[in-house]
């Protein structure tokens, strides 16, 4: 009974891990806390009793759990109610049974999360790798002082004997099973985790790619920024160097545009030779000098022989009331018009109002342009 318990709620304690990396803060802590406090309780009340007040359940493996998950002091501090529950009763005399009983519950309780401390980093529940799988032996060794106290009690040792075999396989199976349920889910999230990055991430530079960026966009806000930036003749790059050294220089590029950016700010790989890059709470006088401090960095990337230097061109426009795409548009057809010009420049598009009702006259001029060849 008290493994089918023990198994029933450790699925309930797995079902708190729902993302991966685990959200900060101390509220999901306490519930999975309070979680393991209400299993050590029930497994301990559905126990049965023995002669000196001893109870014969499995409430140290959740205490365990912990021990691993949150250090010896929080997995101390959830199974002492158990542990102290027969003292519920009325006031006893030292030489009590139940007295006894509490005093053997404590000596467990310190010992065994005590041993599972020292093996702490050797059972790592957040390892991906089955740390638990490889180290599984461990387990008995947390498990071995649960009940040796037995011994020292009146008549203890023959009960010692004829329980302790069986108590210390339940425990290992016990902990196996609870860890496995609980490792297994954290290895489920971490792998969601890393194909939802992978999905949303160019494997070339390192740069979240265009899907992130439809996703990031709708959250900008008045006082934003975006800057498009074009490789110039990258076609001729590829042409005449090989691909190779194309797929090089978008890598050196998407690392310029990584490390120089602050923290709040982000480059994607919008698509091909085309960066995108949005600027948090950027003051519009100053889009364009970070634009073109961005082209001098990249046109300062030295590349090995025989391509000697790459520049780019850059278009921006800043985000206001109006539309997303407006803004989107607008740093299209200012990179548009960089191009136009003669390339390895920088242009900042101002949103007019009167301009907005008309496509022609503001935005949008490369996609139309774009529309009337085909």
């Not at 509220?27 to 309780?41: A, E, N």
């Not at 501090?77 to 006893?92: F, M, S």
């Not at 194309?246 to 085309?274: F, H, M, N, P, Q």
């Not at 010009?341 to 007019?352: A, D, K, P, T």
Request: aromatic share 8%.
């Amino acid at each position: 009974m008290n493994f089918s318990v023990l198994v029933t709620l450790t699925f309930v304690l797995s079902l708190t891990y729902r993302a991966w990396p685990p959200p900060p803060g101390w509220q999901l802590k306490s519930v999975r806390l309070g979680l393991t406090l209400v299993s050590t309780v029930a497994l301990h009340l559905l126990s049965p009793s023995l002669p000196h007040g001893v109870h014969l359940d499995l409430s140290l493996v959740p205490v365990a759990l912990m021990v691993l998950r949150y250090g010896v002091g929080s997995g101390a501090l959830i199974g002492l109610p158990a542990a102290l529950l027969p003292l519920l009763c009325a006031a006893r005399t030292p030489d009590d049974p139940v007295t006894l009983g509490v005093a053997l519950g404590l000596i467990n309780l310190l010992l065994v999360s005590g041993i599972t401390h020292l093996f702490r980093w050797t059972l790592n529940i957040n390892d991906p790798h089955g740390s638990l799988h490889r180290h599984a032996w461990v387990a008995v060794l947390m498990f071995v002082p649960y009940n040796l106290g037995l011994a020292l009690l009146p008549g203890g040792a023959d009960l010692l004997q004829s329980t302790y075999l069986l108590t210390l396989a339940f425990h290992v199976l016990g902990f196996w099973a609870a860890a496995s349920m609980i490792t297994g889910r954290v290895s489920l999230l971490q792998s969601t985790d890393a194909f939802r990055e992978q999905a949303h991430q160019d494997a070339l530079s390192g740069l979240p790619n265009r899907r992130q960026f439809e996703l990031d966009l709708p959250f900008t806000a008045p006082g934003d920024a975006l800057l498009l930036i074009d490789v110039d003749h990258f076609k001729q790059v590829n042409d005449r160097f090989g691909h190779p050294v194309g797929d090089e220089v978008l890598r050196a590029i998407g690392k310029v545009l990584s490390e120089t950016l602050r923290g709040r700010d982000r480059a994607y790989r919008y698509g091909g030779e085309e960066f995108a890059v949005i600027l948090r709470r950027v003051p519009d006088a100053r889009i364009e000098e970070v634009a073109h401090r961005l082209r001098e960095l990249i046109a300062g990337i030295t590349f090995p022989e025989p391509l000697e230097r790459v520049t780019v061109s850059v278009g921006g426009a800043s985000f206001g009331l109006w539309s997303r795409t407006r803004t989107l548009w607008d740093a299209d057809e200012a990179l548009y018009r960089v191009k136009q010009g003669g390339r390895n420049s920088v242009r900042v598009q101002h949103f007019h109002p009167d301009s907005a009702r008309d496509p022609k006259s503001s935005g949008g001029g490369r996609q139309l342009e774009q529309l009337k060849r085909s």
